[in-house]
């Protein structure tokens, strides 16, 4: 038997207005991580971080999209404050890192968008990966090598680029989660 659809199953990528949508998984300052099961319409911990490492900040997906990796696309979300597991924050796209993932010799692409809540006010005024701190930028590179590197992978970023190549990516994760069978 076929599991009946969830409301997650529905949700498009891009909202009417423009607006990335974005399913928060793991919300700012967590230590469990959690992941979106679609055959039970639930989120399920995936695992637990060491003590001492959070997400810096809330982790989450594009819905609507496939990734390289076989997955929708991973986003980290900044905003004034964290917001709970399942909640869909509309964001806007500032840019993306880059990366490869290996694991048990197998590499392939595993990126990361980063945006925006259009909710934030203390985030506004970020448009473009070089409008963030570089400092920052450089803290959740190594929050993303460090995790992977825990969970016996190791995650190199190839580079950060702004809006437009995320936008591209966001693009070919649409057609491409269009084009499995059943969609």
Known sequence: ??????????????????????????????????????????????????????????????PATLGEDGDPLDVLVLMDEPVFTGCVVPSRLVGVIEAEETKKGKTERNDRLIAVSIASEDQAKLRKMSDLDPHLLKEIEHFFESYNRLGSKQFKCLGAFGPKRAQKLVDDGIKSFKKQPGK
């Open 1 to 62: 038997m076929k599991p009946a659809p969830t409301p997650l199953d529905h949700l498009p990528a891009v909202s009417k207005s423009g607006d990335l949508n974005v399913i928060i998984e793991t919300p700012k300052g967590c230590r469990n991580k959690f992941k979106y099961e679609p055959g039970l319409g639930l989120f399920i911990i995936n695992k637990v971080l060491p003590a001492g490492s959070v997400f810096p900040f809330d982790f989450g997906f594009v």
